[in-house]
């Protein structure tokens, strides 16, 4: 076994290894960025290197430097986790010529699985089940658009040699396949470096079903499980699970075997996937071999009991497989979810941030994380955006999958965009629930899940929801101004002091609190609170949509301990005691995470997120010129449209790239574009204005 092992790789995966490294008494390197300097992996690993600056091609993708750092260091291993180069060839050759072991297959597997089109001839000669389509190393215009249309609609143009949804497009005729090859061609030579394309008939209602391998340097091959990745959006796996679902032992097996002949078909080492697409009928057919460890390996973990990065150690120090096919043993059922910073509400955009406020769920025998990120840290936009794998674990699916929607309640973030309340919607989705999905799953319900085109009573139920979160959110603003007034008062000579009173008194009335606030969607919301006193208690009276809601709670930390009801007026002022409020009221704990003026506050899986201000009225931004904005940090592309063209309304008119994914800048409406404020190549930060569209005058 190595004494000392490199982890070429950051953020969740790079404390994923180190921590078992760590168990087996193996030392680890670290490698940073300008990025990264104060990450979470750096902090775990014995020792860590300086890379360079923070994007990738300046840092973790510098295959030499990492080398030459695993010398200097002593490491006689390097584990390239995922991303970045665990699927280059050419870096795992470099390290077998250095005399340093790659955690990982051989330079030549990878070769043979890094291009879809060499892989699926691959398979196919190794009788594994292949979906029609054109692999050719021809790649002029004309060819693929001649053998698309030969093929017929729908298809599926992928990146020879991508993943993760980059370089991949979906085309339903024949007058969208040019751009569509030319628009994946861009994010290819991007993400990849590589703009070789693949097509192939592209199966409407499939599941993503793949198997986890394994494979050591003595001949033995074994699958360890198989898993369902069906729940994507923009091809990028958002729920994983295993086993797979309503597979029956036959079909099981038979896929197990497939993904090992397609391992030994190319002399597989190590942890491998095997990606399949699973029609309705029960056919399934290769996709893709990943050549590495997989994001959604912990539900594989959880479900067979093994460490598969300890495997991948002992495997790459020439030890054999630890089981055998009849040895491995399945039990129960696991779930993982992506936690990403991205914004649901807005097409999903990536976000980034600093995380201000965090609080994971507890883990135990059912409920695991792997993170690489603390509270304080920052998400930053060269890297991908993920935030934490959360996994549960029980006995049966419908047992793990409460676990799950449990969890996701106890998972609270601030300070950036996030997806917790999208994945707890597809967790307590019906169809979800009973393993009726596809890979279109969040296309079908994208609407319900992200909290459009919801059903009346659900549509009202979370309509109650925000109402309750605003009466709260104004209790809370009454309870942190006593809390504050409460330490003025003790840092105060002055006993009468009025920074120790914030009553609201009013001359022969009763005392009335005014509070403001601004939400995500720029709505002002003024407020006013009547108070009233109940027994030495303060009842505050709020209405909100002709509904009136009574109030009391007290700010103990970081936790809002709140009573609510939906009460008249002359129940409070006839209560000759506390008790008949008490019997209709609702009490609820909730985390409240403050910084300055903004303020958020946690509700089941939901985050409310308010900003304190002024009680002036603020102005409302041109939400239209917004649409000419960078949603994001990124790189423009390219210009769509030159200055002086004419344009419609949600045409193109440049495209700019961001964390890997393009997005296209559209006009807002009908118009004449007046100029671009930046070229192809150049970075923009989140708001700049990139472009002027002057409007067409009405007639």
Request: net charge negative; with cysteine.
């Amino acid at each position: 076994m190595f004494t000392k092992l490199l982890i070429a790789n950051r953020g969740e995966i790079a404390c994923r290894i180190i921590k078992t490294a760590q168990l087996m008494g193996v030392r680890t390197v670290a490698l940073y960025s300008d990025a990264d300097i104060d990450a979470r992996h750096v902090a775990m690993a014995d020792e860590s290197f300086y890379l360079g600056g923070s994007a990738p091609t300046d840092s973790y993708l510098k295959g030499d430097l990492i080398i030459e750092i695993a010398k200097k260091s002593g490491a006689q291993a390097i584990h390239p986790g995922y991303g970045f180069l665990s699927e280059n060839a050419g870096f795992a050759l470099k390290c077998e010529q250095s005399g340093i072991a790659f955690v990982g297959p051989s330079a030549a597997a990878i070769d043979s699985m890094g291009s879809k089109s060499a892989a699926k001839e691959i398979m196919g000669a190794a009788n594994v089940p292949l979906v029609p389509g054109y692999h050719g190393d021809v790649q002029d215009d004309d060819v693929l658009v001649s053998e698309a249309n030969a093929m017929g609609f729908p298809l599926l143009i992928k990146a020879a040699y991508g993943g993760g949804g980059k370089g991949m497009r979906i085309v339903e005729s024949s007058a969208e396949v040019l751009e569509a090859i030319q628009s994946a061609r861009r994010e290819a030579i991007s993400s990849f470096g590589n703009d070789k394309l693949l097509m192939e008939r592209y199966l409407r209602q499939p599941r993503h079903v793949e198997v986890q391998v394994f494979a050591d340097s003595f001949g033995n091959c074994i699958y360890l499980s198989d898993r369902d990745c069906s729940i994507q959006r923009r091809h990028q796996k958002v729920v994983e699970e295993a086993p797979a679902p309503g597979l029956s032992d036959t079909l099981r097996i038979s896929m197990g075997e497939a993904a090992v002949a397609a391992a030994k078909a190319i002399n597989y080492e190590g942890a491998g996937t095997v990606e399949f697409l699973l029609d309705t009928d029960g056919s399934f057919y290769f996709m893709e071999m990943n050549t590495r460890l997989q994001v959604e390996h912990p539900v594989t973990e959880l479900v067979t009991g093994q460490d598969l990065v300890k495997w991948q150690l002992m495997v790459a120090s020439g030890s054999k497989l630890p089981l055998t096919q009849d040895e491995v043993r399945i039990h129960g059922h696991a779930f993982e979810v992506r936690i990403y910073a991205e914004d649901p509400q807005n097409d999903f955009l990536p976000a980034s941030g600093k995380l201000n406020f965090l609080r994971e769920p507890e883990q135990s025998q059912y409920v695991r994380i792997d993170s690489g990120v603390r509270e304080n840290d920052v998400i930053s936009n060269f890297y991908d955006p993920m935030i934490s794998k959360l996994i549960t674990w029980d006995e049966s699916r419908p047992r793990a999958l409460q676990r799950l929607v449990h969890a996701l309640a106890s998972y609270q973030i601030s300070g950036l965009k996030h997806n917790i309340e999208f994945l707890a919607n597809i967790a307590e989705h019906e169809a979800f629930a009973n393993a009726d999905f596809s890979t279109n799953f969040i296309e079908r319900y994208g609407e319900a899940l992200i909290g459009h085109g919801l059903s009346a009573d659900v549509a009202k139920s979370q309509s109650n929801e925000r109402q309750t979160a605003l009466a709260l959110a104004a209790l809370y603003q009454l309870c942190a101004r006593k809390a504050d007034a409460k330490r003025c008062a003790i840092n105060s000579d002055d006993p009468y002091s009025p920074w120790g009173a914030i009553s609201g008194f009013r001359l022969n009335s009763a005392s009335v609190h005014q509070v403001a606030l601004l939400d995500d969607d720029q709505q002002v919301y003024h407020l006013e609170l009547t108070e009233t006193q109940v027994a030495s208690k303060s009842f505050y009276q709020l209405v909100i949509n002709d509904t009136q809601l009574t109030l009391s709670g007290d700010l103990i930390g970081e936790t809002l301990h709140a009573e609510i009801a939906v009460n008249s007026l002359s129940e409070v002022n006839s209560a000759v005691n506390s008790q008949s409020i008490k019997s209709h009221a609702h009490k609820i704990k909730l985390p409240v995470s403050q910084v300055g003026d903004d303020f958020t506050l946690f509700i089941n899986s939901s985050s409310y997120h308010y900003q304190a201000i002024q009680s002036e009225v603020i102005e409302e931004q041109d939400n239209l010129e917004d649409k000419l904005k960078a949603p994001m940090n990124g790189t423009i592309v390219t210009h769509l449209v030159a200055v002086g063209d004419e344009v419609t309304a949600g045409q193109g008119i440049m495209v700019m790239e961001a964390m890997k994914m393009e997005y296209t800048i559209e006009s807002p409406f009908d118009g004449v574009v007046s100029a671009f404020f930046f070229n192809a190549g150049e970075l923009v930060s989140d708001g700049m204005l990139l472009a002027e569209v002057t409007a067409s005058e009405e007639e």
